[in-house]
Nanobody, 115 residues
Framework: QVQLVESGGGLVQPGGSLRLSCAAS????????MGWYRQAPGKQRELVAT???????NYADSVKGRFTISRDNAKRMVYLQMNNLKPEDTGVYYC?????????WGQGTQVTVSS
């Protein structure tokens, strides 16, 4: 079994920054990639950013140039640095790991951007 725990969410003013972390534990062997998704109230969950074990990244157009995904394979950590946050970035952010044995999700961490 695989467990993912997100942290780092909170309340921030527009233009501010947050850094989300995702810690993985359990039976982690072959990894396809990791990512961050978010879900705003009343909306479907959407992709924010993904990263492969080789370091290739992909971002939603809405966050390009503002967010940066990174990972530490040895520590089993994935991070999301979020800069110049906007009210439309508000939502629950979920960590996602895609392994050969399946896809796993964390419980989510709330990010609220408001003045």
């Amino acid at each position: 079994q695989v467990q993912l725990v997100e942290s780092g969410g909170g309340l921030v003013q527009p233009g501010g920054s947050l850094r989300l972390s995702c810690a993985a534990s359990g039976s982690i062997f072959s990894i396809y990639g990791m990512g961050w998704y978010r879900q705003a109230p009343g909306k479907q969950r959407e992709l924010v950013a993904t990263i492969t074990t080789g370091g290739s990244t992909n971002y939603a157009d809405s966050v390009k140039g503002r967010f940066t995904i990174s990972r530490d394979n040895a520590k089993r950590m994935v991070y999301l640095q979020m800069n110049n946050l906007k009210p439309e970035d508000t939502g629950v952010y979920y960590c996602n790991w895609r392994l050969t044995i399946g896809t796993f999700w964390g419980q989510g961490t709330q990010v609220t951007v408001s003045s």
